[in-house]
């Protein structure tokens, strides 16, 4: 089931799926000692700022002893590389955590020291981080690229039919860097929850496309036929023209 939570302005984005992501490890850490959770990169990374690390009330409440954080997506470059996922996170909640002198989660990168300048260690690098992923993730936060892209899994491309492997080499991306490691479908099927943020006008044409009612095989209305729990948070200018039931979280 897919539901759709729309609000008019970022700052109410970011503290609806910062209570989404509360409720979550809440419930999960009632009988577990870890919280698994994945996130991806691009704007995400202001989303979690603003309302997990910003929100003094939502950054007091999270137990970021207690997370594991995956990447659903990784671009293979050195860890401080502005493309990587990691520095990413680390510019947008780790070192604000720092600051704030609060525990630290755990965060599972790439094995840095594999990176090579030809492709000869990217399947290598792949398969050393499925080692590490947990059989079932908590919650994956993703977004959604005007092409209907997520994770760095991209239109018609063969990584979509990929069911043997749960993370996954790709060398052709088509937008760059070209070479990344990515999760799989396996193992979006397999997690408990899974939401996507999407904001601004420029991604009403992809989701009119991935809310329509022909289909697209787009990677992100695939996801939203898993049998997983599905939620969206976006604004309403990305929701121009498309023809949804919304809510508020």
């Known amino acids: 089931m897919v ?10 984005i970011a503290n609806a799926v910062a209570n989404y ?4 490890q809440d419930h999960v850490l009632k009988t577990n000692t870890v919280f698994r959770i994945a996130v991806s990169g691009g704007s995400l990374g202001k989303v ?8 003094q009330e939502n950054r007091s409440k999270i137990a970021w002893d207690k997370w594991h954080v995956y990447f659903s997506d990784e671009r293979l470059v050195k860890l401080n590389h502005e493309d990587s996922n990691y520095a990413l996170f680390n510019e947008m909640v780790l070192k604000p955590l720092q600051k704030f002198k609060m525990p630290l989660p755990r965060v599972v990168t790439i094995k840095e020291d594999l990176l090579d300048e030809s492709r000869i260690n990217d ?24 092409d209907g892209h997520t994770c760095s899994l991209f239109p018609n491309h063969k990584l979509l ?15 760059p860097p070209s070479r990344r490691i990515t999760f799989t479908f396996p193992v ?8 996507f943020v ?23 209305e695939i ?15 990305a929701l121009s023209g498309v023809s949804v039931s919304t809510s508020k979280y």
């Open 3 to 12: 539901q759709i939570y729309s609000y008019e302005r970022s700052d109410e």
């Open 161 to 175: 039919r990929e069911t043997s492997k749960r993370i996954a080499a790709i060398s052709d991306s088509p937008k």
């Open 198 to 220: 999407a904001e601004g006008e420029g991604k009403s044409p992809v989701l009119r496309q991935i809310f329509g009612e022909e289909k697209t095989n787009l990677p992100c």
């Open 48 to 55: 979690l700022k603003k309302g997990l690390i910003d929100n």
């Open 123 to 146: 399947a290598m690098i792949a398969s050393e981080y499925e080692h590490h992923l947990p059989s079932v993730l908590d919650l994956v936060l993703l977004g959604c690229g005007p």
């Open 21 to 24: 992501i509360l409720d979550i």
């Open 223 to 237: 996801v939203n036929k898993l049998s997983t729990r599905v939620s969206w948070f976006v604004d309403n200018h």
């Open 188 to 195: 979006l099927e397999n997690s408990s929850n899974i939401a």
